[in-house]
């Protein structure tokens, strides 16, 4: 793993953890990289089993079709009906995607020109459980 981050318990016995897959080099592909490091591939996300001591990787196809490739941060969430949400946040994109990879919905930020817009810390705010939030949003007035 190569700049893994953003650690989530699972369940009393297994964690999962996102990893950016980088590797350093003096003249990295990526204009994002800093220091000329580059995502080799795409990013993952790896689910540790303590139970068993296995690591996996089940959304490894998913993260490759979607060519999902941060060079720095990112965060892959679980929902309790096994999708999972995820934020490149290099390059402004939001995924929700089932367990068997099919993308539900995706966002990309951009500006009036088309430019991908950095996201930060992004949260999926889930309608069921939170529908409260939603409209406390919805019908906030900033003043």
Request: aromatic share 10%; proline share 5%.
């Amino acid at each position: 793993m190569e700049h893994a981050h953003d650690v989530d318990i699972l369940d009393d016995h297994r964690i999962s953890i996102f990893d950016n897959g980088v590797q350093s080099a003096p003249d990295g592909p990526r204009p994002l990289a800093p220091h000329g490091d580059y995502v080799v591939k795409h990013n993952r996300l790896y689910v540790y089993d303590f139970a068993t001591g296995k690591t996996d990787s089940p959304f490894e196809a998913a993260f490759s079709a979607q060519d999902i490739r941060t060079v720095t941060q990112g965060l892959a969430t679980y929902m309790e009906n096994g999708d999972l949400f995820v934020e490149e946040t290099n390059y402004g994109r939001l995924l929700r995607m089932s367990p068997d990879g099919t993308v539900r919905w995706r966002y990309i930020s951009t500006d009036t020109g088309g430019r991908r817009l950095e996201r930060g810390w992004s949260r999926y705010i889930d309608p069921q459980t939170q529908g409260s939030a939603i409209l406390a949003a919805a019908n906030a007035r900033c003043g």
